[in-house]
C-alpha cells in the first residue's frame, strides 16, 4: 500500500501538499507522527522492540507505540489506527494526553532523512501485557520496565536494553513527565 503524507515547513505550518513516504523520507520532507507512551498505574512504561526488518534501528527498543500521520488523517485518528495496528489494543481518543510536539531531524546510514514534528502522547495502560497483540511484521517484543529503569538505561546508556539512541534528551522529556503524574 502506498503510503502519503502531508508535507509541513520547518517551522510547522501545512505546505499544501503531500508525497509519497518514501520521497519524504528521501528528499528529507518535514510531516507530522504520533508517540503513544503507555503507562501503567504502577507507574510503568511500556516499550516495544522494532522489528528485525526495520529500516531504521531494527531491534532496538522504542516508544509503546509509534507511527506516521497519513494525508488527511487527524492525530488522533493517527494514534488510534497505530495503537490498533502495533499493540492490538482499541483505545478511546478521550484518553490520549497531548504532552507535547517535537521537532526531530534524523539522518540515516541508509539515506533516510527523518525531518518529523512528533505529537507525543501519555495513555493509561490498563490492560495486562498479556492482552496485548502485536504486530508481528513490525513488533518483536513489548515489554514493560518501571520509570527508574527508564531513567537508568537513558542516563546510562545500557546497552543491556538498547533504547532507540536518536534523541536522548526527549527520554528525559518523557521521564520528567511521567514521574510528575
Given at each position: ?6 508535507i509541513?515547513?520547518?517551522t510547522?505550518?501545512?505546505a499544501?501538499?503531500?508525497r ?6 528521501k ?11 503507555f ?10 522492540k ?6 531504521t534501528?531494527?531491534?532496538y527498543?522504542d516508544v509503546s ?6 494525508a488527511?488523517?487527524?492525530l ?5 489506527r497505530e ?13 490520549l494526553q ?7 531531524v534524523?539522518k ?7 525531518c518529523?514534528?512528533?505529537n507525543?502522547?501519555f ?20 515489554c514493560?520496565?518501571?520509570v527508574?529503569?527508564?531513567e ?7 546497552e ?6 536518536a534523541d536522548y534528551?526527549?527520554y528525559?522529556?518523557?521521564?520528567n513527565k511521567?514521574?510528575k503524574l
Amino acid at each position: 500500500m502506498e503510503e502519503y503524507l502531508d508535507i509541513y515547513t520547518e517551522t510547522g505550518e501545512p505546505a499544501g501538499y503531500s508525497r509519497l513516504k518514501d520521497e519524504a523520507h528521501k528528499e528529507g520532507l518535514f510531516h507530522r507522527t504520533v508517540h503513544i507512551w503507555f503507562y501503567t498505574n504502577n507507574k510503568e512504561v511500556l516499550f516495544q522492540k522494532r522489528g528485525a526488518n526495520k529500516e531504521t534501528f531494527p531491534n532496538y527498543w522504542d516508544v509503546s507505540v509509534a507511527g506516521h500521520v497519513m494525508a488527511g488523517e487527524t492525530l488522533e485518528e493517527a494514534a488510534l489506527r497505530e495503537v490498533e495496528e502495533e499493540i492490538g489494543l482499541t483505545i478511546n481518543p478521550s484518553t490520549l494526553q497531548k504532552i507535547d510536539v517535537r521537532k526531530s531531524v534524523n539522518k540515516h546510514p541508509n539515506g533516510i532523512v527523518d525531518c518529523e514534528f512528533q505529537n507525543v502522547f501519555f495513555c493509561v495502560l490498563d490492560v495486562s501485557l498479556n492482552d496485548l497483540k502485536k504486530q508481528d511484521e513490525e513488533v518483536d517484543g513489548l515489554c514493560l520496565l518501571s520509570v527508574d529503569e527508564f531513567e537508568f538505561y537513558t542516563v546510562n546508556r545500557n546497552e543491556s536494553f538498547k533504547l532507540v539512541p536518536a534523541d536522548y534528551s526527549y527520554y528525559s522529556f518523557v521521564i520528567n513527565k511521567l514521574k510528575k503524574l
